[in-house]
Every structure is written in structure tokens, then in C-alpha cells.
């Protein structure tokens, strides 16, 4: 298993909160501001896009851990820069330091972990489970 996968590499992605990325839609507060969860998609989505070109074809990330600080309000209509930083390599568990920010202002930052998995096995994965799980 060789993904040339180093500490020190780094993404980021630009977003613009709009109407469906504010706690007022997503239901996570009665305001018009970037919403949280929001703002953690984004930061997966970063760190997922970083690591991406380096695994095998058959390969993908998942999310396993956050532990984000939501720190300020960032209005409808606001710039976001979203970063994301690998900080460690333990086989297949990647761990990145996350930030997201508008100008000089830090909206929220934080730790993510993903884990390497294997499309196939990890969907047959899910098809078990499904049969363990109450599904409509």
C-alpha cells in the first residue's frame, strides 16, 4: 500500500453560503448564516478532494471523526475558503487539521479524520447492514 500519501500536503476550495448552506433551511438554527453541518461538509469535501488523486481506482474515503469549532457567523452572500491540511499517515487513517474562513475572519476549525476503504468490500458492507436495520 503505497498512496504517497505525506503530512504537509494541503487543498483548499472556495464556497458562497447560499440559500440551501444557512441553519434557517437545514434546520439547525433560525438564522441566515452558514449552518454548521454546512460548514463540516465543506470541510470533509475539502480533505475527501486533497487525498483523492492518490488512491487506487477502486478506492475512496470516508469520514469517521470531527471535532470542529463553529467560531463566527458567516452571512448569505459570504466568500468562504475552506483548507484542509494532512497531519497524519497511520496506514489507512488520515487525519487533517480543517479551517474555514472569510477574509481575516476564522468562521470554524478543527481536526477531520478519513479512512481509506475499498469501494467494493465497503458496499457490500453497507448491503449487510441494511439487513440489520429497519429501512422504509
Known amino acids: 500500500?503505497?498512496?504517497h500519501l505525506k503530512p504537509g500536503l494541503k487543498n483548499r476550495i472556495v464556497k458562497v453560503v447560499g440559500d440551501n448552506d444557512i441553519a434557517s433551511?437545514?434546520?439547525?438554527g433560525?438564522?441566515?448564516?452558514l449552518a454548521t453541518?454546512?460548514?463540516i461538509t465543506w470541510m470533509e469535501e475539502c480533505a475527501r478532494l486533497l487525498v483523492e488523486k492518490y488512491l487506487n481506482k477502486n478506492e475512496?474515503?470516508?469520514?469517521?471523526h470531527v471535532d470542529v469549532?463553529?467560531?463566527?457567523?458567516?452571512?448569505?452572500g459570504t466568500k468562504v475558503f475552506i483548507e484542509a491540511e494532512?497531519?497524519?499517515?497511520?496506514?489507512?487513517?488520515?487525519?487533517f487539521k480543517v479551517k474555514a474562513y472569510s477574509g481575516e475572519i476564522v468562521i470554524g476549525e478543527g481536526i477531520h479524520e478519513r479512512y481509506?476503504?475499498?469501494?467494493?468490500?465497503?458496499?457490500?458492507?453497507v448491503k449487510t447492514l441494511l439487513k440489520k436495520m429497519e429501512v422504509i
Do not use: C, Q, W
Not at 433551511?25 to 439547525?28: D, K, N, Q, T, V
Not at 433560525?30 to 448564516?33: A, K, N
Open 25 to 28: 433551511f437545514l434546520g439547525s
Open 60 to 64: 475512496t474515503t470516508v469520514g469517521i
Open 116 to 125: 481509506i476503504v475499498n469501494l467494493d468490500k465497503f458496499k457490500e458492507k
Open 86 to 95: 494532512l497531519i497524519e499517515v497511520k496506514d489507512r487513517r488520515l487525519v
Open 30 to 33: 433560525g438564522v441566515d448564516v
Open 37 to 39: 453541518p454546512t460548514m
Open 1 to 3: 500500500m503505497s498512496y
Open 69 to 76: 469549532y463553529h467560531k463566527a457567523a458567516a452571512p448569505k
